[in-house]
Every structure is written in C-alpha cells, then in structure tokens.
C-alpha cells in the first residue's frame, strides 16, 4: 500500500525490522472474520513490534503473542496494554525536564566499550534520560518510555541506519554528528504520543474501549515459540496470525543485532520477569538464540524434514558446494522451524485458520521456496492451504546490504485452516 499512514496503529514508535503492514493485516483478517464471525482470538508465535495482535484490538479480539526478543515484547506491550495513560504526552515533557535538571555525569549503561558506539555527551544524556524515566511510577508509562528511549539510542548511536547489522559509521562522520537525545526523545515522544493516542481513539470509536481500558484480553510473554506448548493451552486460539523468520537471523534479518544497543539503556525488568541480560552479552546473543541460531538437537532432522517437504529435499540438493555451510544452515532453520510449527498447531482449535506471511530469502543466489516448503511441513501436520495470496513490498524496511535478503520484492500470504480433528 503506496500510501499507508506510518503512524497507523502505534506503528512508528520503533523501527523495528521487516515490519507488516497494519492496514494490510487488518484487511485480511477482517476477511477471515466476515467468514467465521465467531473467532474471538489471535495469537503470533512470533509477535515482532505487535502488528498483528493490535490489528485483532481493531476488532475486539483477544490478542496473545510471544517472542524471544525483550525488545520485541517491549513493543508489543506498549501497543497492546488494556489500559494506557492519558497523560503520558504530559509526563514525557516532564522526564525530559527532570533529565536536563540531572548534573550527575556517570554513565548508566553496562555496554562493553560504549565510546565506540556513543559520543560522551550523548551517552551522558542517555543517562540522565535513563534515570528521569525510572523515576515513573506507572509500569505502563515506563515501558513507553522505554521504548521512546529505544529509538532515541538507534538515531542518536554511532551505528549505522542502512543495514540491521551493527556497523559503525565513518570515523570522520561520527566527528560531524551532533545530536542531543534530549531533543530527539522529546520529539519523539511527543510523535508517540500522538499516534498511541489515535490508535485508542480508533479502538473507542469502534466500541473496543470500555471504562478507559480495551473490552477484551492481551498478553504478551518473552517466550521461545519451539517451548511454548509449555506456557498456553492447547486448542486455545482460533486463529493465528504472524510472518515467522525468513531464515536464520545471523544471515537474514539481524533482530538482535539492531535491538542490542537499545536494550542496553532499558531496565530488564521492565520488559518481563523472565527477561535475561545475558541476551545481550554479545552482539549475536539474541540471534544465536533465535530459530536456526545454533545447534540445539531438534527432533527435526534432515531425513525428517526431507520427507515431509519435497521442496526442501530439491532445493538442499540444488545447493552449490561452496560456501560450506548453507545446507547446513537451511537444514538447521527448518529442522527449528517445524519444531516450532509442532508446537504452535497444537495451540489452534480444531478447525481454525491461519494466515502466515513469507518471504523467500536466498542462499547462494539460489532463492528458498519458503511458501511452498512451510505449505508441505503444515500439511504434514493435517493443515491445508486454503489459498495463497502475493503481496507487492513497497515500503517494508529490509536490509538492503544483505544479499540473503535483497531479492525479496514480494511476500507471499498463506491462508491456512486446521482439519476438525
């Protein structure tokens, strides 16, 4: 959609990589909703920046979602809170104040050789920001906070915007920027301000909004989609909607990599009580953990996968020799793929619809036929593809510096329904 609102549905707090599209998730599951009015739920086993739980908001559903990213529940959270306060464009203006009163000079940030990625004074500023916004009492206004402070360190960091790996820019680039986080942050508060507060105004003028608060439920958890069977109920969700990763991280899209500085400026404990700081121990922590990121012994095999996906077994075998490793990061990213896809099945009701959106990343200039190998593993566990749809990417932030990426001009969109066993 050429001409789509950023600021539709809290959708620009963060950028957050390889984002949907909120008009357009909304369009499609207004469709599958005009077929089975009764659906009442959503769930993303791979919740991002929330996009497909707030597009259920739009129409009173409960929305549930998990993801392994603290940033990426942070987000979510933000967008997706039963109850927001009013104020907050108030109390933003109010931290930063607080923050410019603050002459404490120590740096509140445990990132290893922060002098590469920050200049003093903006770290110093960062700080003083950290602690102004601590001083919140409200959980909600905090994670707000948060994640404006979250953008303010990826536009006020050294790192560089054109990719989501980290890169630091030009030694005498750096020398020329000169930026205050005081002044981002409240330009950039008073932005989200605005657009959380539209998207309420939405929810209302819909009759989701009842005494201050969205009339149905929301969770989201910091959770590993292939363990998640453990936390929710099977059979609990009618319907599942979400764009899952299109590889591993470390060679597609780095989440972790672009969400590793901004979680060090953001207290953990704010995000989820099970959030980890060792997520952030190295730059590729998050990634490594990610589906794909590591040997882990999944019960999904090469012979496994092979004969549950035609497609896969053609194209591995169509692999060049060289480099080495890109069978063997095919296989182990859809032997934790399926893994994944197990357990998230056993959380639809029976009969109910799924829609997955996909991008076909490359290895070796050879491009994955994603959509038809996630159609054979989901056949495979009694799942038939209604019907598959072809989406244009016009605006979709991708990294344009990564070649397992830089062919993906279109998404493919699966509608999925569950057999009634």
């Known amino acids: 959609m050429k001409d789509r609102d950023r600021n539709d549905s809290a959708h620009n707090i963060f950028q957050y990589p390889a984002m949907m599209v909120p008009k357009v998730q909304r369009r499609l599951l207004g469709a599958v909703l005009d077929a089975r009015p009764s659906i009442t739920s959503i769930y993303d086993p791979f919740v991002g920046s929330g996009t497909s739980l707030v597009s259920g908001m739009h129409y009173g559903l409960n929305a549930y979602g998990n993801d392994i990213n603290p940033l990426a529940v942070l987000l979510s959270r933000v967008r997706t809170a039963r109850r927001v306060e009013s104020g907050i464009g108030l109390i933003a203006e109010q931290v930063v104040i607080g923050a410019k009163a603050d002459r404490k000079r120590n740096i509140e940030t445990a990132l290893p050789n922060h002098e590469k990625w920050f200049h003093d004074e903006v770290a110093e500023e960062l700080s003083r920001l950290r602690r102004s916004i601590r001083r919140c009492d409200d959980l909600w206004v905090r994670r707000f906070l948060w994640a404006t402070l979250a953008e303010t360190v990826r536009l006020t960091s050294n790192d560089r915007t054109s990719t989501y790996k980290l890169h630091a820019r030009p030694t005498e680039e750096i020398a020329k920027r000169k930026l205050s986080p005081f002044a981002v942050f409240k330009d950039l508060a008073r932005d989200n301000c605005s657009s959380i507060l539209a998207f309420r105004k939405q929810l209302e003028n819909a009759n989701n909004i009842k005494d201050s608060e969205y009339r149905s439920d929301t969770s989201v958890f910091l959770r590993d989609t292939r363990e998640v069977s453990n936390n929710w109920s099977p059979g609990g969700f009618d319907l599942i909607m979400t764009s899952p990763p299109y590889g591993d991280n470390l060679t597609t899209v780095t989440y972790g990599q672009h969400s590793y500085l901004p979680l060090h ?112 593993l989901l056949d495979g566990q009694g799942c038939k593809v209604i019907t598959t749809l072809t989406r244009q990417i016009h605006h979709k932030r991708m990294p344009h510096r990564n070649a397992s990426s830089a062919t993906m001009k279109e998404e493919k969109i699966l509608l999925v329904r569950k057999s009634e066993k």
Do not use: C
């Not at 952030?280 to 040997?295: F, K, M, N, P, Q």
């Not at 029976?350 to 990343?361: E, F, K, P, S």
């Open 265 to 376: 400026w953001i207290d953990f404990n704010d995000i989820d009580e099970h959030a980890d700081a060792d997520a952030v121990r190295t730059t590729h922590e998050l990634d490594a953990r990610s589906l794909g990121g590591s040997i882990r012994g999944s019960t999904w095999n090469e012979e496994t996968l092979f004969e549950n996906s035609v497609h896969l077994k053609r194209f591995a075998d169509s692999l060049p020799p060289k480099p080495g490793d890109g069978r063997t990061r095919l296989i182990r990213f859809y032997g934790d793929f399926a893994e994944s896809l197990t357990r998230i099945i056993k959380l639809l009701s029976a009969d109910g619809y799924m829609i997955w959106t996909v991008g076909n990343r490359s290895i070796s200039g050879l491009q994955v036929p994603t959509d038809i190998v996630l159609s054979e």
